[in-house]
């Protein structure tokens, strides 16, 4: 197993640092990923979730993330999803890798069981250290083009190579949405998302996705919001930034 980085060794008692951050694979970022597309493998028999063709976009980041999806109780008695917050790490050194898709599953085994921070607490700790590894941040804004509702934003503006550029961001919208195909009760679905704003990249995919989903029902006026972890993936394509 390779050292942890001192800066992520530091923020937390040992205990909680060897449940969560003893990970191998926090030792590398900022890796050239031209060659390295083949990473996000999409079902085969699927046509909701479209990866750009070889020549046209290029994988410009991928991003391993931890974090909550938040959900209210409807009218109808179901959740319905309200935001989310994760933090993304840069997994550029690892696309391509034998454990590379074995990866969401060990870290959402051990975000389940690290139960010492929020996620925003965790995104405010290393925003202090800003280790090379940490890639963006995801969380949603007012939509930039309607003026309503939400719209999913990653941002690289505070983080890794892009710290301080204003451009280094990306808000989206849905274009293709897939159950997941690993468990779709537990695991919230795979997503093909294209660009509203921002020139971090032209259309973002997240895949091997971990948690996240709400329980089926809910009492509407008596369920209270509720945020539940998941991990997965983001693949970044294009973009005019690098
Ligand atoms: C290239 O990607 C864009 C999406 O950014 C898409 O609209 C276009 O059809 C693609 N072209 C080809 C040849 O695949
Ligand atoms: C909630 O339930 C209603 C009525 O059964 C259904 O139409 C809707 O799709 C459900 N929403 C979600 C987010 O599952
Ligand atoms: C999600 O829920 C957390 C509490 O778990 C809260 O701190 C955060 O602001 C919420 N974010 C959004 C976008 O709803
Ligand atoms: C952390 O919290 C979750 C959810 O409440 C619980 O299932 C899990 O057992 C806890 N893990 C530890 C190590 O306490």
Redesign the pocket.
Known sequence: MVALPHALHTLWPAAAASTFWSWSWLHAANCDLTNQASSLVLPQTQIQLVAPTPNNLTLSSVGLAFG?Q?YTCTQTNNFTN????AELIDMSCLAGSSVFHDLPDQLYSSWVNFNHS???DIIGHLHMRNPPEILAQH??ITNPTTGQG?SPKWDFTSSGKFNGNSNAFFVGKGEGSLPSPNDPKQDINWLQVGNLQGKIADMVFRTDTRGGQPPSSCEFGKSP?I?VKYVSYYFFFGGSIH
């Open positions: 909550v938040n309200i935001g989310a917050v929020s996620v925003q969380y949603f939400l919001d945020s």
